[in-house]
Every structure is written in structure tokens, then in C-alpha cells.
């Protein structure tokens, strides 16, 4: 069996599955955002008095914090209200958490082998803890708050495997870019994805989140990497409990299995251009675009890696007169490690701004929205019309270190024209 | 569909192409609205807000494929239902969204045949345009998987709905339907066994 077929068999008590069949499986996590409060009340309709579990939901606000109006402060204070009359016992408040898909991992609530679902389309990202994650709706989870369990197509799964290295300023950003780009918006549609291979077994526990987060945007329902001593070792400091490791079978059968070449098939950096997270092309074919706002952060390229290489580029220099650089660690955790490293401090000589904790202006809701006519370079995940601000806006995707040298440069550049070879790194203390 | 019916009538309002993700159904700076009636008001509002404007209840949105990709939110499926949208015909659907039509009680209708084939947008013509245009009058049957053209008279073929789906459907959405199981007939959730 597949990862996938692996997790849903076990959390439905069948020996096996297979793709199309329908289970009903039991919930092991129930994570949601701000959107608990949809949850709340569609779960109120329903009428059943008292969640399943109060142990395994988890309430994360990132999407607006600090509250930026009135209505939001009201949903605040009712999902507080709910947390503390349910008993349940996991909720992130302002201050204390970050976005969501890092908050769960960082505080030890994934393991692999797990069934996680969460209000929230990127749930997939914990896929790079060897769960099955995915997203469903706030009626959906009304449904699991009330019963506990969830009816799952099980997905057939696609497999990747990168061979090869990437090159100097090439990222897991534009691997996965890159193969969003070659399958399509819709490429992975209701399938689970496996990526695997030397190229991703090298990868940081961050950088593989950067692929399971992305998967959602070829429209995957799932997506892993594989469970080894890099992702143990990150775990193990934060999870209480006995962990479990999980492998596909040597037989498992998959749809379809594409092979790469990190190194060969990625020359260099990549762009999804308005308004489509699959317009991908490399950053030479893009031409000469003015920047006038930049974003580093997001539950995709928010985390500490991303700061320091961004702070790499940045470092010395200033920020083109006609940008804004602002910068959103991905928790508080990141936060705090990114001021002792000092990667704040380099951002914001180089003239940043640092926003809260959370998802900032990714959905368009939180400081940072842009105007009619802006162009923005941003390390998140979408670049649907509107989605940052104005209709009239535009976004392009790109990884953290081109968005840090997109700043300097006033306008999308690769960091290689920014940092020159011979300069000491910041990291080098 | 208040009464469950798994045969519907309307009249196709609109023929959009691939790819209609959340953000152009229900733009994320509505998404503080938890009113579910409300998210009607900014349905399609940024890019085409004239399909709202003239939407009677019943009537029914072509899309090509992936429609609905994107975020998870609800509030995309609440829009086009507390709008009055009866059904929503494509040739695909983003997953999230297509759960989230039926636990709302919207129909989602899968079908390649009807819908259109390739990119449709400003600058990218489709592969193969709809099959349905604005204003036929279309009888949906959904378990039988057809979509009877009654302008064009002809009839083109869609997934039938699988029974989960359609038990949800018939009882209007997922709400109801746990109200049901669980209230009416004085059921405790936590004694159910898998
Ligand atoms: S950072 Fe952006 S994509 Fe990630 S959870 Fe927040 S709003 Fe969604």
C-alpha cells in the first residue's frame, strides 16, 4: 500500500484499501483557524451540546491577529468563549502560536501515521510529518466535532522522485514551482502525492513543508515526504509520545511515478506569474518587473530558514526606494529564534518592516494589502486575482531568497546579481 | 434544495472557464462575514458581479474544470447557494470545494460533456466552448447522472452521484442530515461505532 492507503486502512480498521473505495475513518486531530467560529455555529445547528474529543481539536488564530477590526475581535472573543466552555484543551491565542500549519507541528501535535483535518486548504503541509493532512470545510467539521469521523475517498497516488542536487539559490520554493508548473493547477487533483528521492531526503523538515504545503496548488489531497532520522530528530524533542515510523510498501502501486533531476531540470530560480500559481517560467523569461511591495512569510516560506536567507541577501544594503520590504516570521518560536540570530535586526537595517506572527497579507485581509496598479514579489502560496488586495494588483510567486533580492533590486531579480561570490556569509558568526 | 429533490430545473445564468478559484467566487476580504445568508451579497464580486445581479433562484453556473480550487472556504459554496444558484455544472471540482457544496446542500454536478474544455479567459480561447449557453433551461437528474437541455433539446451525461453524497443532498446538506441522526431521533455521537 501507498502512504496514503496505509493511513486511511489503519484509521478505518481495514487491513487494506484500495484507491476509490469509501471509508469512514476516525479523526485523530480537527484543526481550524478563525474559522472556528463558521465551525461553532454550524456545529451549534446540529445541536449535539458537546464536541467529540476536546483533547484532539486544536484552535489556532493567525488569520487576522491582532485583531485588525471590531467584527474580528467579536469572532475572537467567541471562540475564546467556546474553547473555555467545550474544555478544549489545545488553543493558540494571540501571541502565544503563529499561522497554524507551523504552530501544530513546532508544539509536537503531529506524528506520522496520523489523520489530521483542518479548516484550512494547506492542512496538506503536514504530510512532511508523515500524515495523512487534509483540508475540508467548517460544515465538514461541524460533522467531525460532532461524530469524531469523516468519509474519505481514498485517493491513487502519485509519485516524485528527485534525484540530483539543486543548485546555489535554487530552493524546495522552486522544485515545487517548477512541477506545479509542468502538471498544472489541477494536476494532482484528489490524488495523494508521494514526493521521495535523494534530492528531498537531503531537505530540512522546513523545506519539506515547502513541497507538502504547495501540493494543494496542483490540487492534492495529500502529499508526504518520507518519514527518516531528519524528520525523527525534529520530532523527537517535541512529541511526548512513542513514535511510530511509516514506509509505503515495496510494492505499493501508484498512478504514475515522475522522475527529476533536481539540478538538471532547475537552472534557475522560477515564477508563478498573475494570475495563476501554474504560470510558472524561469526568472530570465519573466522580463524586467518593478517591485513595489515584497513579502517573506507565510505557512510556505515563513520559517527560519527563509528569514536567514533573506537576511543573507539583504545584509548591508538597502531596500530599493520605490519597494516595501515587509517580513511575517511564521510563529512566535520563529520569531524569537530569528531576533537571537539577529536575521531581524539585518532585515531591518536593510529597511523592512517586521509584521505579528501569522498570515499577514497572504489572503488579503491584514496589513500589507496592496493598491490598484501594485506589484508584489511574495514568498506565499497564491497569486489569484485579488487575492493580496486590489483586483487590479498583481502578484508573483517566488522563493524567499528572490524576494529578499527582489527588494534590493527594486524590481524581480536573482540573488546572484545581489550577492556577489566573494562576500562573507551573515550566518558565518 | 430545501426538499431534498434529486431532480432540479434551472436556467444556465453564466459559462465561465477553468480554474474559477475561491478568490473570484468569494473574495478573502469577506471572509469575517459567518452569516452564511450574507456571503451572497459579494458572490463573484471582484471579477464578474454581473452574474449575481441577475441570478433567479434555481438557476444554474457552467464552469470548465478545477472549478472551485483554491481555499477551503465555505463561504464560496454558501454564496452561490444563499444567492439562489440551484446547481453548479463542470467539467471538474477542486475537492474542498465540492464537499463543501454538498454539505451545504448545493448540487455539484461533474460533467465533461456539458462543460467547457481547456482555458477560457480574455486572452485564451477555450479548447472546446460549453455545450450549454446562457439561458437553456436544463432538468438535472443527479442520480442518473443527465442534464436534459430542454432549449437545444438534447442531453448530455454527468457523473452520477455516489449514494454518500447523494443521502447528504436529499437531506439537504450535512446539518440537517446529523440533526437528524442525531437529535431526532435521540442518538448520543459518542456511542456510535465506526
Ligand atoms: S499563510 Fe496564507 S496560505 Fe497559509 S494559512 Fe495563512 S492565509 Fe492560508
Redesign the pocket.
Known sequence: MTLAEKILARASGYDRVSPEQIVIARVDLAMSHENADLVRKSFLEIGVGRVWDPSKIVIIF??RVPAESEKTATTHQAIREFVAAQGIEHFYDVGRGG???QVLPENGHVRPGMLIVGT?S?TTTHGAFGAFATGIGATEMAGVWTEGTLWFKVPSTLRIEVEGELRPWISAKDLILHLIGRLGAAGADYRAVEFDGPAIRRMSVASRMVLTNLAMEMGAKVAFTPVDEILLDYLRPRVPEKLATIAPDADARYERVIRMDAGEDLAEPVIACPHSVDRVKPLSAVGEVPVHQAVLG???NGRLEDLEVAARVVAGRSIHPRTRLIVIPASQQVYREAMRLGYLETLVAAGAIINPPG?GP??GVHQGILAAGETCVSS???NFVGRMGSKDSFVYLASPAVVAASAIAGKLAHPEAIVKEAEPCLTEV | MPDGSLKLRGRVRAVLGDNIDTDIIYPGRYLNITDREKTAEHLFELVYPEIRAGLQPGDVIVAGRNFGCGSSREQAAAALKFAGAGAVIAASFARIFFRNAINLGLAAVVSPEAAVVGHASACQPAARPAMLAAGDELEIDLVAGEIHDLTQDRIFPSAPLDPRAAELLAAGGLIPYLKRKYIDQRRNPCLDTV
Do not use: E, F, K, L
Open positions: 493567525d488569520h499561522i497554524c500549519h484550512d494547506h507565510s505557512c510556505t498570515c497572504c489572503v506565499t502560496n497564491r
